[in-house]
Structures are given as C-alpha cells and as structure tokens.
C-alpha cells in the first residue's frame, strides 16, 4: 500500500453524518487509517495521544470553532506542522482570507464531490 | 400671526404634530409585523398537527433537522451495507459500482447544508423578533401623545444598542444561497 493511503487522518466535524459521509469517501480513495472528533477539544486531546499526518475540519462548530482549532494547531510546537485542510460551508471571501492567514493548507467548500477531495488531498500530499 | 416669534411657534407646533403622527404610525406598523409573526408561528404548528400550539417553531425546525439526520443515516446504512459486499466482488465489477456509490455519498452532504441553512433562518426570525419587540417597547414608553415638549428622550441608551464586534464568530455565516463555485474558492486561495 503506498506510504501516503497509510496516513493516519482526523476528521472534526460536529455532525455525526458528515464524518460518517467524509470518512466513506476517503476508505473509497483508499485511507483506512481514518478518526473521527466530534469537536475540537475532542481533536486536540487525540491529537496529543496519536500522530496524524492530516486533519479535515468543519469551521462552524462550538465552543471551539475549526478557525480556532487551526489557530491552536498552529500555534502548537508539535502540531503545527500537520497538513490542515477546511472543509466547510463558510464560502465568503473573508472566511478564506481568515483560514489563509491563519495557516490552513486548503480549503473545500460543502457540498463537495469527491474529485475536489481528492484534488486537495494530492495538493497536501502530491498525487496518489 | 403678529411677528416671527408667532410664525415660528406654528412652525414647531406642525413639525411636533407631524413627527407624532410618524411616531404613530410606525409603531401601528410594528404591531402589525408582531402579530404577523405570531400568526406565521401558529400556522407552522398546525401545518405539523401541533393543535395544542404547546411545540416552538425552534422546536419544530430542530425536529426537521433531526428528521432529514435519520434518513440520511439510514441511507448511509444501506450505502455501507452494500460497500462490504462490493469489496468482494471483482476488480471489474467493484470499478462499474464505485461511482454511483460515491455520488450517493456526495448527495447525502445536503443534510449538513440542510441543517445550517435551517439553523441560520431560525436566527434571523430570532433576531428580528427581539428586534420587533424591542423597538415597540421603547415606542411605548416614549410615544404617549407627542406634544410639544413631551416627546422627550429616547430611553434606549447606548448600552442598549449591542455593539458589533469583530471576532472568529462574527466569521460563521453558514452556507450562502448562492455559493461561490469551488473554482472561485481556489482562485481567492491562491491569491490571499
């Protein structure tokens, strides 16, 4: 199996569903290392116990926010280098300015098809 | 009218008289978006059953969501269920299934837009409620006849007024009716 479908990947998402939907279509593209977080306090704390090579956000989720979470992985000795791609419905210009700025990877706007998810992961990792 | 003083005196008496029947008739008009308001939430529960009118528009919206939740899980489901027994089959055949599977995935994504759409609906009607009823209480204690001298000050001091801050949550705004394409997306990333 190639080094890059072995990538250990958190998904943060508030919606149960739509970790559900992200996790199948990454199994699709051949990610079998694949964790779920429900928030980002719940990110973090994995992250602190586990290495990921990727981690896929949702912005609007509270108490902590995916802009906020990426802020806080950024700001992370030993975080801060993990590829971090958005995935969101927020699409105004200056939610991307924002994430930009603050250190996001990529950006995917919902709804989303998996050619665009696989475009931004090979743009993290180079083609697969 | 005898000299300017007088002239001036029926000059400020018309323009009160006039500012009063304004004050008037806007709060007539605030009364009217009230009870239209309230008469759009109890045609909402009926259009549930909600005879009693014991369930809130919050309540009935969020049964919405949990409701397009449940099909799109069991359709996820059905999806996987199906997924197991295609990694089984043949190169070939798994190739001819691999597609309509995906799209099935990629459909599904409309329950998060669903949901975020209903729960930003639900917050404008919030907020233009408040709004409403604060605007018709400070009306109320401030319009009483608006004579000259009595029309008085406006209660609603700046504390009153929510001041605006710019933040990371002044950034959620939700889905947007007409998204930007995933290609504008790229082109303002590449940019930035």
């Known amino acids: ?128 | 009218m005898k000299n300017q003083d007088d002239f001036l005196e029926v000059q400020d008496n018309g323009a009160d008289k006039t500012l009063a029947r304004i004050v008037e008739h806007l709060m007539d008009e605030m009364k009217d978006l009230k009870e239209f308001i309230q008469v759009a939430r109890q045609e909402i529960q009926a259009v549930q059953g909600d005879v009693a009118g014991t369930a809130s528009v919050q309540e009935e919206l969020e049964a919405v969501i949990q409701a397009s939740a449940d099909a799109t899980n069991a359709i996820l489901d059905a999806v996987e269920l199906m997924q197991t027994t295609i990694d089984t089959l043949p190169q070939s055949y798994r190739n001819a299934f691999q597609q309509p599977t995906t799209k099935i995935f990629e459909a599904c994504t409309f329950q998060d837009i669903t949901g975020q759409r209903i729960q930003k609906v639900m917050r404008v009607l919030g907020g233009v409620e408040g709004k409403v009823e604060k605007i018709l209480e400070v009306f109320s204690k401030n319009v009483g006849g608006a004579e000259r001298g009595n029309f008085g000050k406006c209660n609603a001091t700046h504390d009153s007024i929510p001041v605006v801050v710019t933040n990371d949550t002044d950034l959620m705004n939700g889905p947007q009716l007409e998204k930007p394409s995933q290609d504008h997306i790229d082109d303002l990333f590449s940019k930035v």
Do not use: C
């Open chain 1, 1 to 128: 199996m190639s080094k890059i479908l072995q990538t250990k990947i958190l998904i943060v998402d508030d919606y149960k569903t739509m970790l559900r939907i992200i996790s199948n279509l990454l199994h699709q593209l051949g990610f079998e290392d694949i964790h779920e977080a429900t928030d980002g306090g719940m990110a973090l704390e994995m992250m602190g116990r586990m290495d990921f090579g990727l981690i896929l956000s949702d912005w609007n989720m509270e108490p902590m926010s995916g802009l906020e979470l990426l802020k806080k992985v950024r700001a992370h000795d030993k975080f801060k280098h993990i590829p971090f791609i958005m995935i969101t419905a927020e699409s105004k210009t200056e939610n991307v300015v924002a994430a930009k700025q603050a250190g996001v990877n990529n950006y995917i706007v919902k709804p989303f098809n998996a050619v665009t998810l696989k475009a931004k992961l090979s743009s993290v990792f180079g083609e697969f």
